[in-house]
């Protein structure tokens, strides 16, 4: 059983064998409630890699689900110890709600992440002015401080574009995204700008889709897909709301987001393109 991956992969990993072992030895979710004196909701986030589950209560289910002590098992007691470890972003721990800690984590581990953006510059391609701006407009009561390590946190989260083993990011932006000043006209300029250096790196594309395609695929909602390099994770689709995120995994809904992003990337411009917008709303700024 691979064990590759940082603590939240390892978590989806391990919640996905507890649940076909358990359909597998034909145990009912409420036996699993009554076994660990948990809510049904909680059997869910379980299995579905949402939370930790405790290494006694691992034991117990593959005492339940009739997985005898040997390599299986010991794989599985080694994944559950191992899917509990803090993750890197453990410091900001203060500033990330649970729902967001576990985009971190898929995020952390994917090779590769293709995004689409409809109102904002993308968390990964933000320059420290630009989120600032996007943060108090959020919560115009926040502390500074808060911002502060906000902004770091989305800065670490960058660091990684660069580092090895760095992710393959696709980013589509709508040009509404280019055209939204957002920090005054300096802020806005040194963003796109900084927009236009991202897509010089190798892993790293970016396009636009112009206002004159018209209606186009991405008009709902903005979403992201990561994938990974093991073949036992399968994507995940991510869509941040308002007070919360959706997180898709079912094949059939990602293949329908999957083949959203291709008619979104049919309808946008080429990458150089793209580019040369950019850098052209960027030179009516200054």
């Known amino acids: 059983m691979a064990t590759s991956g940082g603590p939240t992969v390892r978590r989806r990993r391990l919640g996905a064998e507890l649940r076909r072992l358990r359909e597998s030895a034909g145990v009912s979710v409420d036996e699993v409630c009554q076994l660990l004196r948990c809510s049904i909701s909680k059997v869910s986030r ?7 589950v405790r290494t006694r209560d691992v034991s117990d289910l593959l005492d339940l689900y009739g997985v005898a002590k040997g390599e299986q098992h010991d794989a599985l007691m080694a994944l559950a110890r191992e899917s509990r470890r803090h993750g890197w972003w453990h410091s900001y721990h203060d500033v990330v709600p649970t729902w967001f800690e576990i985009y971190i984590g898929l995020e952390g581990d994917a090779t590769s992440i293709q995004v689409y953006e409809s109102q904002l510059v993308h968390g990964l391609l933000q320059t420290s002015d630009y989120a600032r701006q996007v943060l108090r407009a959020d919560d115009p009561e926040v502390a500074a ?13 960058q660091h990684r574009l660069t580092a090895p083993n760095q992710p393959r990011l696709w980013v589509i932006l709508d040009e509404a995204v280019l055209r939204r000043e957002i920090g005054g006209r300096a802020v806005m ?4 700008e900084f927009i236009a250096k991202r897509s010089e790196l190798p892993n790293v594309t970016i396009q636009v889709i112009p206002f004159d395609v018209g209606a186009h695929a991405g008009l709902g909602s903005a979403f992201s ?9 399968h994507e995940v689709v991510y869509i941040e709301e308002a007070a919360g995120s ?3 995994e079912r094949v059939a809904e990602v293949r329908r987001y999957k083949l959203k992003m291709d008619h979104l990337l049919a309808a946008a411009l080429r990458p150089e393109e793209s580019v040369q917008m950019i850098l052209s709303a960027a030179k009516e700024l200054t």
């Open 225 to 233: 897909i990561l994938g990974f390099p093991d073949s036992e994770d």
């Open 189 to 192: 300029r040194e963003q796109l």
């Open 246 to 248: 959706l997180y898709i």
């Open 46 to 52: 379980m299995e579905n890699g949402r939370v930790p």
């Open 145 to 157: 401080e808060e911002i502060d390590r906000k902004i770091a946190l989305r800065m670490d989260r």
